[in-house]
């Protein structure tokens, strides 16, 4: 079984672009090489990258026992690499499969990458490449499978029309993100947005729209400002969902909490308060610069979670990952009922919790639950209360994959709260 | 060899190499929402996935929507028992059999590796090599799920059946060729399911374009026919079956 797999660039300079795709099978017999032969005869070479061959060989020019390596190029930028595999026992069949797999895959992502950085530092060349008649434009032609990423080869329209633009938008992601892996997730996402609004072929007044939304966001990059991109998107943009899919995938949130400077207060209501109907028994408030605003998510559920949220990271910073509410049912019902004092039946919060995962529409289908609504009200909320603070929210929400990322210190549970809801243990 | 014994030897010999009459009229058990919810529980175990919803009022026999909420795949699992049996579904094992391929499905987010030209097919090979290799190792007879999916014709969806039980066979003999005490792991059946997706594509691809036309139309010409045995003369052996069938029930 294959215990480690890389794709690294070879050591020596002296590696000939012939041997790419002949395979050295370290630690095999005769007959074992006989049969991953046959496995690479009946393989279609049509699908793959390279014609493959197998070879015997003794490991020691890459310092293998047991395992596979093979010299490969990527088609666009010639650049030579070794992928190796190694191995704890014999090889089998099944692992050269995979290796094969593997290599693939792995080149798969790097061509991507590579014709996205293309396609946003020259465009004119990456237009060039692709409609040229050689046998890149073959293999990038090929289905890459949903295991090498999202789609691919549609990036290619008049993403910037003019060389300023291509020159601003490197610039500026590289001032704001830096060149490492986020710029690189930046460029990728970016990409297939200006794909997205150019796709719109035809109607001039898009067009000219989407070059508005594109200077515009190029500005708003430049100031960090999150929270107005958002709004200039909510309210311009032609696909809201994905302009705010976009804009929340390229910032970290991670990175934007050691800037967070909001605390978010839990206390009881007090006697002479009513009790809210969206609210129950508590409240929550933000405070900055010593002013404080009340906040308060417009559906009852979602004050719920938020308040499950808060007590998970002030007693688990450390997780990542979101909670599980289908691990999680009665420590759910517990504080619903310690919110809302909703002891009459189990009915009513069982509904709430089933509604949560799936429902029914009116035709009796199944559908997706209601915790995106939940998410949505939270975010739409924070959005804009953090507006008003000139704050960036990103840090003090959760998403569907994960958890909230405000500074532990930020969270503040009055002495009236504090017992009864660390009490609370999500798993 | 007590009788017990022998009859139960024989029940699950014909489970295991169905043929059609074993899979519609022999073996049946009635299989609750329970047992299936039970078996779901315990899969999403097996394969180390979040518990899919289920919905039992479904108009399909059995089938698996991924929806990515918020960056989550959220799984719900749609079956009608009832369908599921008209399909031949109709024992505990061959339900659990048909569980497994839905949560092979899960269990890969429907990724595919691009090497099949029709990615539907890969996905479905990919999950009935899954789930044969699994309900082997879990000791599941596998008899009517074979014989089922080896029956279907091409689709745009799912690839000819001859493929899909090749698939399934390959996945079986692997567990099968493992000694009895050995650990399977999940990736390791990966290992296997690419080295038979490596050496049967070409095979796979060339059917494909072959019968691209007929595969097209597969689904448009696919009317149910129910057919009246009883029109037939007695010498027909499908109605005596049925009859003989009907007695007994009686």
């Known amino acids: 079984m294959i215990k480690n797999f890389e794709l690294s660039k070879p050591t020596t300079s002296l590696v000939s672009h012939e041997i790419c795709g002949t395979i050295h099978v370290v630690g095999a017999d005769s007959h074992n090489i006989e049969m991953m032969s046959n496995v690479v005869s009946k393989m279609d070479s049509t699908k793959t990258m390279f014609p493959y061959s197998v070879k015997d060989d003794d490991g020691q020019s890459v310092g293998l026992q047991n395992g596979f390596f093979v ?57 060039e490449l692709l409609s040229s008649g050689d046998n890149v434009k073959e ?20 993403a910037f029309q003019s060389r300023e633009k291509q020159n601003d938008f490197v610039q500026i992601s590289e001032q704001v993100l830096g060149k490492d892996a986020s710029r690189h997730d930046f460029i990728d996402n970016f990409v297939d947005l200006c794909n997205a609004i150019y796709n719109k072929e035809g109607k001039p007044d898009q067009l000219k729209m989407a070059d508005k939304i594109v200077d515009r966001l190029l500005n708003e990059i430049c100031n960090h400002n999150e929270a107005k991109m958002v709004n200039f998107v909510r309210e311009h943009s032609q696909d809201r969902t994905f302009f705010k899919n976009f804009v929340y995938e390229c910032l970290d949130p991670e990175q934007l909490s050691s800037k967070a400077q909001v605390t978010i207060y839990v206390r009881r209501k007090s006697k002479e308060e009513t009790i809210s109907k969206n609210l129950g028994h508590y409240r929550f408030f933000t405070e900055k610069g010593g002013v404080q605003k009340p906040l308060k998510f417009g559906r009852e559920l979602s004050n719920v979670y938020m308040l499950m949220y808060l007590i998970d990271h002030v007693k688990e910073p450390e997780r990542k990952q979101p909670i599980d509410l289908k691990r999680n049912v009665e420590e759910f019902k517990k504080l619903y009922r310690d919110l809302f004092k909703d002891f009459s039946n189990d009915d009513h919060i069982k509904d709430i919790v089933s509604e949560y995962f799936h429902r029914k529409d009116k035709y009796g289908n199944l559908r997706s639950g209601r915790k995106s609504e939940y998410i949505d009200a939270i975010r739409k909320t924070m959005q804009e209360q953090f507006e008003e603070y000139n704050e960036s929210f990103l840090p003090y929400i959760m998403t569907g994959n994960s958890h909230l990322h405000v500074p532990v210190d930020k969270i503040v549970f009055e002495e009236d709260a504090k017992e009864a809801l660390l009490s609370y243990n999500f798993v | ?80 028992t009832k369908k599921l049996e008209e399909c031949g579904f109709n024992n505990k094992d061959a339900v659990v059999a048909s569980l497994c391929h839905e949560f092979s499905h899960i269990y890969s987010h429907g990724h595919t590796y691009g090497y099949c030209d029709n990615e539907y097919w890969e996905a479905e090979l990919y999950a009935d090599f899954m789930a044969s290799a699994v309900m082997t190792a879990l000791n599941v ?78 689904l448009d010409s696919k009317e149910e026919v129910k057919i009246d045995y009883m029109q037939y003369p007695d010498s027909n052996l499908i109605k005596q079956y049925i009859l003989k069938h009907q007695q007994n029930n009686d």
């Open chain 1, 71 to 127: 010299y490969v190029k990527n088609i666009l930028t010639q650049e030579v690499y070794v992928a190796k595999a190694y191995c704890d026992e014999e090889v089998t069949q099944a692992d050269l499969a995979k290796f094969i797999v593997s290599i693939e895959l792995d080149l798969k992502r790097k061509l991507a990458y590579n014709i996205r950085c293309l396609a946003v530092n020259s465009p004119e060349l990456c237009f």
């Open chain 2, 1 to 80: 060899m007590n009788d017990e014994i022998f009859i139960g030897f024989l029940k699950w010999h014909r489970r295991e190499d169905a043929n059609f009459f074993d899979v519609f009229f022999h073996d049946k058990e009635l299989v609750e929402k329970e047992y299936i919810k039970d078996e779901i529980a315990f899969l999403s175990e097996f394969f180390g996935l979040n518990e899919p919803n289920i919905d039992f009022e479904s108009d399909s026999p059995l089938e698996v929507r991924l929806n990515d909420i918020q960056g989550e795949i959220v799984a719900c699992i749609n079956c009608n």
């Open chain 2, 141 to 218: 007879a596998g008899g009517k799920y074979r014989y089922l999916i080896g029956d279907g014709k091409a689709t745009l969806t799912h690839p000819y059946g001859e493929y899909r039980l090749r698939c399934a066979k390959t996945a079986r003999e692997y567990i099968l060729s493992l000694p009895p005490t050995s650990k399977i792991a999940l990736e390791d059946i990966e290992s296997q399911f690419l080295l038979f997706l490596l050496t049967n594509v070409k095979d796979i691809n060339n059917y494909l374009h072959d019968h691209e036309e007929q595969i097209e139309h597969a």
């Open chain 1, 139 to 158: 293999i990038l032609a090929r289905p890459f499978g949903k295991a090498a990423g999202p789609s691919i080869f549609g990036v290619i329209r008049s």
